[in-house]
């Protein structure tokens, strides 16, 4: 399949006052991009336009850490386009109004955009498709952010699939190399609108956000091209020996740049299949996974709001406002969901196995609903995507479709030992910790020594709860359903 532009395509002839829109949302890159590909082949210059949508907006915290990665990003893109004689148009408001406003008064008879499946994103987009069909003009949508979307996967008898393992096997068996190939979007040199009118992007303080401290993720493009390479070259290979290990760097840290497109899915899943080896085929499927839950949550979006099993949606929980404060805080007086919680806290990230156990104890040691969890998480994961992280959080809550079974639940220490076992990354997130042993480290309350001048509830708290008796609690409240 050649998706490039033909020669005669180019927009230099083409009357200035007719364009067409590419409207960035959660793919901010301008190579390997469905849409800005599409909307380059219709042959009329192309603005490029992004809306900081106060619909979102509105929701989130001043310093949500989020919008510098993005404002960031877009600012790489800016850069790009005006050096191919365009500019980025931004706007600030309600994207279902700004867009077909923009349309008209560009005079763009399209809007080319990639496909959102979230609930608000979806209700936008038909609001935004209604608008211009009122005023005659269309509206593209297309696939980008997933291998396979919507219904393209279903079971042998047409419904969607709600078990991980049927699902990943009908992926492999669908995907051929087309689905991975890489879409080449031509370059843009004289094929976009001229600047002229285009209005300054907004600064983060004008958006009403804090200027965050500096990311830890290099953003944009450049920033997730940097990181897949270092993650190709230095740990594809040993994926599925280091994954589990938070103090090991053997992830790959790529969530964020998944999660607003600055990097493009058909790249990775073909860099997978090239390479082969089990450390690839195991990370693979971890992208498999997350096509898994993008699904889930187009078949179901109710699920973002409710248990996906019916008989868990009224579970008494206690919900103690001090434990979940204690857990939002990393002052559980459990060394490895301290750390867990401070490591979120301090970069906007979290290890998979720590948020696998962090969601565990707060749930099913904590008794607190897992939608608070979920609520915690959506505000400081810098990854925050809606159907990974409703998805993560209702397989740890047991509340999903193939969940972790209720009666399955981790011993925060047992886990600490396991994967943390020499306590590495407790000292580096709980640093009152860091002169105890390796054996004391993960349950300081049970060591028989502790470090001279070290005293527990003073220095460091003491458990919040016994695990063995809130293990009882769970078993019991979700016995009942
Ligand atoms: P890698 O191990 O390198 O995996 C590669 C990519 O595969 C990830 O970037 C991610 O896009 C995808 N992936 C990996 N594991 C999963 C998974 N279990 N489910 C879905 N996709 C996966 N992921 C998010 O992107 N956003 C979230 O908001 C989010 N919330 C979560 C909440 C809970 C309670 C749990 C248990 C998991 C959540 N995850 C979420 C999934 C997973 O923890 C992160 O994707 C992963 O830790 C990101 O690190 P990485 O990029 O180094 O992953």
Redesign the pocket.
Known sequence: MDNSLSDNQTTANLPTSKAVLYWLRRDLRLEDNHALQQALASGLPVQCVFVFDSNILDTLSPTDRRLGFIWQSLREIQNTLRAAGGELWCETGPAPDIIPRLAAQLGADAVYANEDYEPYARQRDTQVAQALATMGKTFHAYKDQVIFARDELLTASGKPFTVFTPYCNAWLKRLSPQHSQALTVPPLTGRLRPPAGTPAMPSLAELGFAQTEPCLLAPGASGAKELFAD?CQQRIQR?HQQ?DYPGVK??????????FGTLSIRQ?VQFACFDGGEGAMC?LK????????QQLLWHFPDASTHSFKPQYRDLPFPNRPDWLESWQKGLSGYPLIDAAMRQLNQTG????????I??SFLVKDLLIDWRL??RY??EK?L???????????Q??ASTGCDAQPYFRIFNPVTQSQKFDPDGRFIRRYVPELAALNDQAIHAPWQAKALPEGFELGRDYPLPIVDHAEQRQLALALFGKQ
Do not use: K, P, Q
């Open positions: 993650f994926y994954r053997g992830v790959s840290y790529l969530s964020t740049h998944l999660r990775l990370w971890e992208l498999i996974w997350r096509e898994f839950y990230y979290m290890h998979n196995r720590l948020r696998m962090a969601a969890g979920e998480f959506a994961l990854d925050f995507d809606l159907a990974s992280n409703n998805g993560g959080w397989w740890a």
